[in-house]
Nanobody, 117 residues
Framework: VQVVESGGGLVQPGGSLRLSCVVS????????MAWFRRTPENTRDLVAS???????TYTDSVKGRFSISRDSAKVTVYLQMNSLKPEDTAVYYC????????????WGLGTQVTVSS
């Protein structure tokens, strides 16, 4: 299984970006998919997830600003990020997760998001 993230870039505070993640694999429609971001402490923190049935969850810091969605026909997961803040700056990754929130597949290269004026 391979995941390829895209859509990052440089944006001013208050701006928006939409990240995309194309997943090659047999079980996309069944998998819970998630977006993570790498922190300055070099850990990958869960940002948002979406179940195979389309139920989303978000970490508190992005609630009301980010929206996760999926398109099974395109085997793609999206992360719409609005009202971006400098503290959202990170490399963003996507992956399938198990019931404990652990990543399932090998990590992709991620996509850099930089929020700065």
């Amino acid at each position: 299984v391979q995941v390829v993230e895209s859509g990052g870039g440089l944006v001013q505070p208050g701006g928006s970006l939409r990240l995309s993640c194309v997943v090659s694999g047999l079980f996309f429609s069944r998998d819970t998919m998630a977006w993570f971001r790498r922190t300055p402490e070099n850990t990958r923190d869960l940002v948002a997830s979406i179940s195979g049935a389309g139920v989303p969850t978000y970490t508190d810091s992005v609630k009301g600003r980010f929206s996760i969605s999926r398109d099974s026909a395109k085997v793609t997961v999206y992360l719409q990020m609005n009202s971006l803040k400098p503290e959202d700056t990170a490399v963003y990754y996507c992956n399938a997760v198990d019931l404990l929130g652990r990543s399932v597949y090998d990590w992709g290269l991620g996509t850099q998001v930089t929020v700065s004026s």
